[in-house]
């Protein structure tokens, strides 16, 4: 759905340890579903992404969760470093027309 | 790869006057650009969707008389502002795919500001 109001959740976590991003989508129709990184200022990041067959996928220290029941995505990043800090959006497609959540804000403390 | 470029990165104009963003995928062609614009701690909104050569699609509520964009070539999209007031003061991306069914790649965004 589109995104709300002012305050984004939040995610604080220690460096070093794991996190885990969660996001409900709306429609259970859409087939494609992706993960981007916003920093300040910045263009959002491509992190991984995962089509409606599959549950689970893995990158480089990334995971994405996929459970079409309940409709929910997420995101685990492993051993979670300072350069992780950022806003982290899911979005849902098809592929041409993504529609974003409302983002999650992610600080690593040292 | 997948690098997308936008210039300028931010811009300052006085209201009414007309503003032009590019759009340029680097390293593909891009049969498909889509525009957004962003708030402050809000999530990116689908302004419109380009393919080039032909007209864009615009979202709903999106003014296409306001919001000019011309996709001319497979690697440059251009989304021009016209007539720009202060309630156009946003995070303008834009994003590239070269094809239907494949990732979208963000630009660095431009900042407008309209005074």
């Known amino acids: 759905g589109e995104s709300v109001g002012l305050h984004l959740p939040t995610l604080s976590v220690q460096e070093g340890d794991n996190s885990i991003i969660n996001c409900a989508y709306s429609?259970?129709?859409?087939?494609?579903f992706i993960w981007y990184k916003q920093e300040s200022g910045k263009g959002p990041q491509f992190i991984i992404d995962i089509r409606s067959n599959m549950d689970k996928r893995q990158g480089q220290r990334v995971t994405v969760l996929l459970n079409k029941t309940v409709k929910h995505l997420s995101l685990q990043i492993a051993a979670t470093q300072p350069g992780d800090s950022a806003v982290y959006f899911c979005a849902e497609g098809p592929y041409g027309k993504l529609t974003f959540g409302q983002g999650t804000i992610l600080t690593v403390h040292p | 790869g997948a690098v997308v470029s936008q210039h300028p990165s931010w811009v300052i104009c006085k209201s009414g006057t007309s503003v032009k963003i590019e759009c340029r995928s680097l390293d593909f062609q891009a049969t498909t650009m889509f525009w957004y614009r962003q708030f402050p701690k809000q999530s990116l909104m689908l302004m419109a969707t380009s393919n080039e050569g032909s007209k864009a699609t615009y979202e709903q509520g999106v003014e296409k008389d306001k919001f000019l964009i011309n996709h001319a070539s497979l690697t440059l999209s251009t989304l021009t502002v016209t007539s720009a007031h202060p309630e156009d003061s946003s995070f303008y991306i834009c994003?590239?795919?070269?094809?239907?069914?494949?990732?979208?790649?963000f630009g660095p965004g431009t900042r407008l500001t309209v005074l």
């Open positions: 429609n259970s129709a859409s087939d494609y």
């Open positions: 994003s590239a795919s070269d094809g239907p069914r494949d990732t979208q790649y």
